[in-house]
Each structure stands twice: as C-alpha cells, then as structure tokens.
C-alpha cells in the first residue's frame, strides 16, 4: 500500500447502506446503474454483496441483501449496522406487496433509530402502482418517518434524485449538480433532431435552429461547442447518435461533467437500442428513453 493509499483511507469518511426487498424488486440493477450508467441484466444476489461509490471524499458502502427467502434472515443484522435503509418494491407486481410489507415490518425496530427509503422501482411500465396506493399497501403511515420514491433500474429514470436524497441522508449535505443544464436534444447520423427535453421554454425559434443548422453542417466533422445568445451549445457523438446540451454562459459551467453527462446518456442509448446496429432507427423509442433518461440530468 503507497503513501497516497494510506491517505486516501485516512481522509475518506465512510457511510453504510442497506438495500433489501424482495427477489426481483431490482435491488443489484440499481446499484450496477449507478456504477455503470446504464441498465444491464444481473443475476440474483445470493446472501449478501458489498460494493462501495465514493462521491465527495464519503465512501459509500452498499451492502444489497439476497432478496429470496432464504436470505431475508441476513437483513435484520446488516441493517442494524446501517445508517440508512432502503427497501426496495417493484411497483409493477401489486400482486407481491402483502409479502413486501410482511418483510419490510420484520425491520420496523430499525426504522426508530434510522432513515428509511422506498424505492418503487419499474416506473418505466403500465399499470404502475400509485405512491398513495404503495403507502397504503405497505402500511407506511404507521411508521414513524420514511420517504418512497419512484424510480426505473431499466430507463435510469428517478435514480440520480432517489442517490441525492439517500445521500442527504447519510450526511446532512445536499448533493446537485455543479452546472445547471438547459436543454438537451438527440440527432440521428443525418443530424436529424430526434428528440429534445429541456426545463425551461429556451428550444424555441432561432437557437432551435441554429443548433440543428450547425449540427446538419458539421456533424462529421470535429465540432465541439457552439455560443449564441447568452447559450453555450456543447456537442458529442456517439456511434450512430449525436447529442447536444445547452448551458447558459453566465453559469458557473463545469464542462468535464457536462460532457460526461452526455456522453453516458448516449451510451446509454445506444446500449438500450441494439437495432442501431442494423441501421434501424425507433425514434419513439429514443425519444422515451431520452424522457426517462433526462429526468436525471435537468
């Protein structure tokens, strides 16, 4: 072990969470997405896995407890040792949330003493159980404090807000981002808009333009950021997709993120949309995905 090793382990505070609920809620998704940013398929946790995020010198242990019933023995004393718990439901499987909340009392003597958050995950389908009709099936007013929140571990949709809110919880800081972003729109290979999402009415009229002109032009050359009216237009391309993502110039502008940013949201795409490959193009698919996606970034 090196000098900057010692360090790095003497400086970096540490944090525990614990991720239960029932097989197949979602559990190991959510984490790989957030280690990966994208969805990929995992197989199910058998006992218990240990994986560690570290943001903002905090080193985040997640221990995700095996959802079977032959592990849920496991949770009560990882969750004892934690200072936040997560139960995670799947809100597209009404039919399990009389044995999710059987579950999830076996644990209500933690919930005294420590932070709970459910995460209700697989918004991205339909029929989707309601917040209320979750609260109400889980008997969670009779708790004394939690917060459920709606999440996707397929689409990413909810994950980076549902991250946030645990991360206020685990140390009373308020984590967000460093640039606040406008808009973001999806090219096809021709430069094409595909779709945009913004937060704000600015994709109107002449910057709309401007930003499809200057892509339609130059989308195979090396362009990176375009300026215009108070906006910086940032740029990049992935395999078959191009992306753009539009700041204001009087923003304190971190531009490491946000082209990290977009570039994983075009991976993510690309990962998601398999056909681009064949060179067939769902734009309604995108524009979803997008939609979901973008929840995350603006």
Known sequence: MGIKDILKRVFTKEKKIV???????GKTTMISFLQNGTFMEHAPTMGKELSQIEVQGIRINVMDMGGQKDFRSLWVGEASTAECVIFMIDAYAPERFNEARNELWKLSSIFKKKPLIILANKYDL???????????????????????????????????????????????QLLTQKTNLRAITVFDQG????????????????????INNFVRESFNSELDQLKMGGHLILFKRSKHLMGSIVVSENDNIDIQEIESGLNDLLLHLEHMCPELEKDQLNSSKIEYLVEQYASNLL
């Open 19 to 25: 991720i239960t609920g029932l097989d197949s809620a």
């Open 191 to 210: 430069g094409i808009p595909l779709t945009s999402s913004s937060n704000e009415d600015i994709l109107q009229g002449g910057l709309f333009t401007a």
């Open 126 to 172: 339909q029929p989707v159980a309601s917040i209320s009709e979750i609260i109400e099936a889980l008997n969670l007013k009779d708790l004394p404090s939690f917060e459920v929140l709606p999440i996707s571990c397929k689409t990413g949709y909810g994950i980076v807000k549902a991250f946030m809110k645990i991360y206020y919880k685990l140390t009373g």
